[in-house]
């Protein structure tokens, strides 16, 4: 069975960094796309940082400049270095990938069960 497990969040002051780690297991053939996804209390989820075809194609405008999302292909893990960081950015924060199984198949969503990340002012 295909799962994504996040680790990584925690509670940090204002200005500190944590960096979030999402570990994809199963029998995997492909990974793509991979993101970052967080929904904050009162507000709807939204795309936070995603990665395909090796490569970082979208962060979200509040988040510019703060965070870096990288991928581990060989250990199939995901990450999101999140630095400078404000009350703002507390929130659920989700692994979500497109995970093929076989060639032939089509890839289906995963998401893990969320990290909680807490900034205090």
């Known amino acids: 069975q295909e799962r994504l497990v996040e680790s990584g969040g925690g509670f940090v002051q204002a200005g500190g960094s944590l960096r979030l780690s999402c570990a994809a297991s199963?029998?995997?053939?492909?990974?793509?796309?991979m993101g970052w996804y967080r929904r904050a209390p009162g507000k709807q989820r939204e795309l936070v940082a995603n990665?395909?075809?090796?490569?970082?194609?979208y962060y979200v405008d509040s988040m510019k400049g703060r965070i870096t999302i990288t991928r581990d292909s060989a250990e199939n893990t995901l990450y999101l270095q999140m630095n400078s960081l404000k009350p703002d950015d507390t929130a659920v924060y989700y692994c979500?990938?497109?995970?093929?199984?076989?060639?032939?198949?089509?890839?289906?969503?995963?998401w893990g069960q969320g990290t909680q990340v807490t900034v205090s002012s």
């Open positions: 979500n990938s497109l995970i093929r199984t076989t060639v032939a198949g089509m890839p289906n969503s995963y």
């Open positions: 990665f395909a075809s090796g490569v970082p194609i």
């Open positions: 199963g029998s995997i053939l492909d990974l793509s796309p």
